[in-house]
């Protein structure tokens, strides 16, 4: 089982930044993609930005230029910096992980509980 605990959410001003981290703990074998999602009120879940564990980054469009993930695979931990943020950023942003638990094992899918960002204009 794999637990993801994320950290570095909180309210700031439009045009300022903020570092998400996520650290995943547990019995695995690998993570293979590491991501956030984000999902505001009224809103379905989606996706911010991924990171394979060679380092292939994906991005949404709307965050394209602004944010910034990466990873470190011998702390397992992936990061999102978020800069030049804007009111529309406001969610909770969870940590998403993709891995196995053994070299046999099909590959399964977890969530952390999130974290609130607030942008205020």
Known sequence: QVQ??????GLVQA?????LSCAASGSFFRLNTMGWYRQAPGKQRELVATITSGGNTNYADSVKGR???SRDNAKNTVYLEMNSLKPEDTAVYYCNAKGRATPLSY??????Q??????SS
């Open 107 to 112: 590959e399964v899918q977890y969530w952390g």
């Open 4 to 9: 993801l605990v994320e950290s570095g959410g």
């Open 114 to 119: 999130g974290t609130q960002v607030t942008v």
């Open 15 to 19: 045009g300022g930044s903020l570092r």
């Open 67 to 69: 944010f910034t993930i």
